[in-house]
């Protein structure tokens, strides 16, 4: 059990210290941060509030989903729907392996690997259920943190674009991350609120 739990502190440890290398800031609560650093603690938290029985497998693969995101750089593919397709299939590998190679040095063996491995690369979302809790802490964290700010970022939206985008993100969650997101349970974005609320409107 202490190797165990070694391996698990140790892995946190060197996924955060990835993290940490990123250059890019973002403050919150009054302190600065590495960008992903921040995002990484906010799937933890919300991984704790929304699934607190998760296993060692799935607190690593929440921890670790943006692994050193900021070095895949999006403007190294075209800038088309092509281009941006082939650029999140190849960030998933990448992103999938790096934690796979942290939980290694730390110890872990490869039921554990590969399951962290399958989720953090997004496999089989629907059929996996380590993917799809992944993909609900994810969709919680941007609804919560971020979807406000990529609101401010794209003024030129219309209704009927920011309704798909709401759609898109609600049919990844599984139905108990959507009751969680309506129940009170995540701070909604004030201002978008009667867009989700019409986005979702007979789910």
Do not use: C
């Not at 060692?56 to 092509?82: C, G, N, T, V």
């Amino acid at each position: 059990m202490y190797q165990q739990q070694s391996a698990f502190d140790e892995s946190m440890a060197l996924i955060d210290a990835a993290n940490s290398e990123d250059p890019n800031r973002e403050t919150a609560d009054g302190k600065d941060w590495p960008k992903e650093l921040l995002y990484s603690h906010r799937m933890s938290d919300m991984l704790q509030r929304y699934a607190p029985e998760a296993d060692e497998a799935m607190q690593l693969a929440i921890r670790a989903q943006h692994i050193q995101r900021w070095k895949s750089r999006r403007d190294a593919y075209p800038m088309d729907r092509i281009g941006y397709l082939q650029w999140r299939k190849d960030l998933y590998k990448i992103q999938a392996q790096t934690a796979a190679d942290l939980l290694a040095q730390a110890g872990y063996g490869e039921d554990t690997i590969s399951r962290v491995k399958q989720a953090v690369a997004k496999q089989k979302i629907k059929e996996n259920p380590d993917t799809q809790l992944l993909e609900d802490v994810t969709g919680l964290v941007f609804i919560e943190h971020y979807m406000q700010a990529f609101a401010d970022k794209h003024p030129e939206y219309d209704e009927e674009k920011w309704l798909d985008i709401i759609r898109k993100t609600w049919k990844k969650m599984s139905g108990r991350a959507q009751q969680f997101a309506l129940s009170g349970s995540i701070r909604l974005p004030e201002p978008l609120v009667p867009l989700i609320q019409q986005a979702v409107a007979g789910d």
